[in-house]
């Protein structure tokens, strides 16, 4: 069986539209090359309250979770001390990230703010960050990583050894020029033939073509034989209905959603 987890973005940036989120979708690449199927995100502002019920629930549902965001030097960079209190645990200067940050400044401008980079709650490991030194940590089920996506993508790289492998999930991606309501009800006579497949239908529109109006429809399982049989049906059932279906490649099908 393969593990679960959910993604807590944390940051007011975020829910204000000022930064876009792309952590989540490499997140969630990251995790299913991995074999670990991301099962829930959400998105908290810089409140402390906030931060902790967020954690607390998703880290007694899922095997793991995946923070980002509000671990650098300012004021409203308080995803630490959240955690600290989540896990009922202290928080002060960690001696290795204290040094490590110590080290990367000239003299006299390792200041208070900077020094609160090294503040990490007591039990925890650190996750290296090979970008700009300030690390990340590891307490319980519970990732940090930064916000910063480089940033992030390093620590997601330091942490990858020590994450479990499991089954990927592998998709097929079957184009069709038919509107969605029109092959719905074929659609779900093949989700019900093929129970350990998740189809997925993603509507188009495209203007200055003859039939402007189509689906992709994705199918999603662990199973790649299964997958391919579903696949096929799709295939069948829009040629039944009059259109050419063609398969989509991946990085295709996410640019034209």
């Given at each position: 069986m393969s593990s679960s987890a959910?993604?807590?973005?944390?940051?007011?940036?975020?829910l204000s539209g000022r930064t876009q989120d792309t952590n989540t979708s490499y997140i969630a690449r990251f995790l299913g090359a991995l074999g670990i199927e991301l099962k829930e995100a959400r998105v908290v502002s810089d409140v402390e309250d906030e931060i902790v019920a967020a954690l607390n629930a998703l880290r007694a549902r899922y095997d793991f979770v995946f923070t980002t965001g509000g671990i650098g030097p300012t004021h409203d960079d308080i995803t630490a001390d959240a955690v600290a209190k989540a896990f009922d645990v202290?928080?002060?200067?960690h001696p290795e990230a204290y040094a490590l940050l110590e080290a990367r400044y000239p003299p006299g401008e390792f200041n208070e703010m900077r020094k609160r980079m090294a503040r990490i709650p007591h039990g925890a490991a650190l996750v290296a960050n090979s970008v700009s030194g300030a690390?990340?940590?590891h307490i319980g089920n519970v990732y940090v990583m930064a916000g910063v996506p480089m940033v992030m993508r390093a620590m997601l790289e330091a942490?990858?050894?020590?994450?479990?492998?499991?089954t990927q999930v592998v998709s097929v991606t079957v184009e069709a020029a038919i509107?969605?309501?029109a092959i719905a009800p074929g659609l779900a006579?093949?989700?019900?033939?093929h129970p350990a497949t998740a189809i997925g239908s993603y509507p188009y529109y495209r203007d200055g073509i003859a039939q402007p109006f189509?689906?992709?429809?994705?199918v999603r399982g662990r199973d790649p034989d299964m997958v391919e049989a579903a696949a096929q049906a799709i295939e069948v059932l829009a040629r039944e209905m009059g259109a050419a279906p063609q398969r989509i490649k991946a990085a295709d099908s996410a640019a034209s959603k």
């Open positions: 959910a993604i807590l973005v944390i940051g007011d940036e975020i202290g928080i002060g200067y690390p990340g940590f942490i990858a050894p020590e994450l479990p492998r499991g509107p969605e309501g006579t093949i989700q019900k033939a189509g689906a992709q429809l994705v």
